[in-house]
C-alpha cells in the first residue's frame, strides 16, 4: 500500500524532474522577448493528462524559451474573477454569445503585483486584454477602478461582486521567431465564493496548456506536437469550468459537461 510518506515523496520527485527539464530550456526574463504581452491575441487551449508532461516539456525545449525570474520557472498565480449576482459573464458565454467580457483580479505570488484585467472576445475569436495595476485586496482594487473598468466596455462595473477564485502554477514558454507563447497551468484549483455552499475542485490529474498566437497557425511546433499526440485544441475557460465544477446552484453547464466527464474520469 503505498504511504502518505511515499505520496510526498512522489510528488516531490516529480517537481525535481520539471525543474531539472525546465533548466535545460533557453532562458529569458519580462523584458527579453518581443512577443511578451500579446495582448491582442488568438488563443488555443489543449486539456492534457499530467503524466505527459515531462514528455511535453522535453519536446518544446528545442523551440520554446522559458521565463526565469531570480531562478524560479514555476510560479504562483491567483486569480479572484467577479461577475454579477445573475452571473451573466458566465452565461454570455455558455450561450455562445459573441463580444463577450470577462474581469478578474490577478496577483502574482512571487513578484507580489496585482492587477485589475478586463479581457474581450471578439466576434472575430480574438482574445483582447486590458489591464492597470492593482491593490492587493480584490474589493478595494475593483472599487477603485470602476473608471478603468468603464472604459473597457464594462457597463455593469458597479453591480459586480466576486464569484469563483482559481489558482495555480504555471510554467510560462516562448517562441520569439513565431511570436507565439505557451503557458503550462499544474495544479489547478477552483474555489466558489457562495459562503454558504463554499466548495473546491482541484484539477490534480491534468494541466491546461494555452497556445497564444498573433494568429492562428497551425504550423506552430506545439500545434504539431499535439497534433501527434492526438490531442485536439479544445474551449477551457478557466472561469466557467471553475463555476460548472463547484457551483451547486442551478446554472447552466451544457456547454462543458463534455469536459466535466473527461475532468470527473480522472480528476479529483
Not at 87 to 93: A, E, P
Not at 112 to 121: C, D, I, Q
Not at 239 to 261: D, E, Q, V, W
Request: glycine fraction near 4%; aromatic fraction near 10%.
Amino acid at each position: 500500500m503505498l504511504q502518505v510518506s511515499d505520496t510526498i515523496a512522489s510528488a516531490q520527485d516529480v517537481d525535481t524532474q520539471i525543474g531539472t527539464t525546465l533548466d535545460s530550456f533557453s532562458s529569458h526574463d519580462l523584458t527579453g522577448i518581443a512577443n511578451s504581452s500579446l495582448m491582442n491575441r488568438i488563443d488555443s487551449k489543449f486539456l492534457l493528462p499530467m503524466d505527459s508532461l515531462l514528455k511535453v516539456l522535453n519536446a518544446c525545449s528545442s523551440y520554446y524559451s522559458v521565463l526565469k525570474i531570480d531562478g524560479v520557472s514555476v510560479f504562483q498565480y491567483d486569480n479572484m474573477y467577479f461577475d454579477t449576482t445573475e452571473l451573466n459573464f458566465y452565461n454570455h458565454h455558455h450561450n455562445r454569445k459573441l463580444n463577450r467580457f470577462k474581469v478578474r483580479h490577478r496577483h502574482y505570488a512571487d513578484a507580489g503585483t496585482s492587477y485589475l484585467e478586463v479581457k474581450f472576445k471578439n466576434n472575430k475569436g480574438r482574445t483582447i486584454k486590458n489591464r492597470r495595476i492593482a491593490e492587493r485586496d480584490e474589493k478595494i482594487a475593483l472599487s477603485t477602478n470602476v473608471d478603468f473598468l468603464h472604459s473597457n466596455g464594462i457597463t455593469c462595473a458597479e453591480s459586480l461582486i466576486p464569484t469563483q477564485q482559481v489558482d495555480y502554477k504555471r510554467i510560462s514558454l516562448a517562441n520569439d521567431a513565431q511570436r507565439e507563447r505557451l503557458t503550462l497551468d499544474l495544479n489547478v484549483n477552483f474555489t466558489s465564493t457562495d459562503e454558504q455552499s463554499k466548495q473546491n475542485y482541484l484539477l490534480s490529474d491534468f494541466y491546461i496548456a494555452e497556445l497564444k498566437q498573433e494568429k492562428l497557425d497551425r504550423q506552430s511546433p506545439f500545434y504539431q506536437l499535439m497534433r501527434k499526440m492526438s490531442i485536439r485544441s479544445k474551449g477551457f475557460s478557466k472561469y466557467c469550468m471553475g463555476h460548472a465544477l463547484t457551483n451547486s446552484k442551478n446554472i447552466k453547464n451544457n456547454r462543458f459537461k463534455a469536459n466535466i466527464i473527461s475532468l470527473n474520469n480522472g480528476a479529483r
